[in-house]
Nanobody
């Protein structure tokens, strides 16, 4: 099983960026999917998670980020709008179930002028 993130990069404050995560090796149908982020010296935190049709967001990204998943394509995306410098972090894709827990390698997002 492999999770591969893409779409990270440098963006100016107020800009937008879309992250994608492609899962290979297993179907995503029966799993929860989500995006986490981590900055140096801080604990990894939830950006957004999906469980079936339910979508949840971290308080700091609520109203600015939009998560979507496509089980047919085995993908999850995170549309990030109105980005702030404090959104700078490494973003990780995660897929988990009753006994499985998979993580991607992460993609760097830097918000700076």
């Amino acid at each position: 099983v492999k999770l591969a993130e893409s779409g990270g990069g440098l963006v100016q404050p107020g800009g937008s960026l879309t992250l994608s995560c492609e899962v290979s090796g297993i179907s995503t149908n029966l799993y929860d999917l989500g995006w986490y982020r981590q900055t140096s010296g801080k604990k990894r935190e939830v950006a957004s998670i999906t469980r079936g049709l339910v979508k949840k967001y971290g308080v700091s990204v609520q109203g600015r980020f939009i998560v979507s998943r496509d089980n047919d394509k085995n993908t999850i995306t995170l549309q990030m709008n109105s980005l702030k410098p404090e959104d700078t972090a490494v973003y990780y894709c995660r897929m988990w179930g009753w006994s499985d827990d998979y993580w991607g390698q992460g993609t760097q997002v830097t918000v700076s002028s």
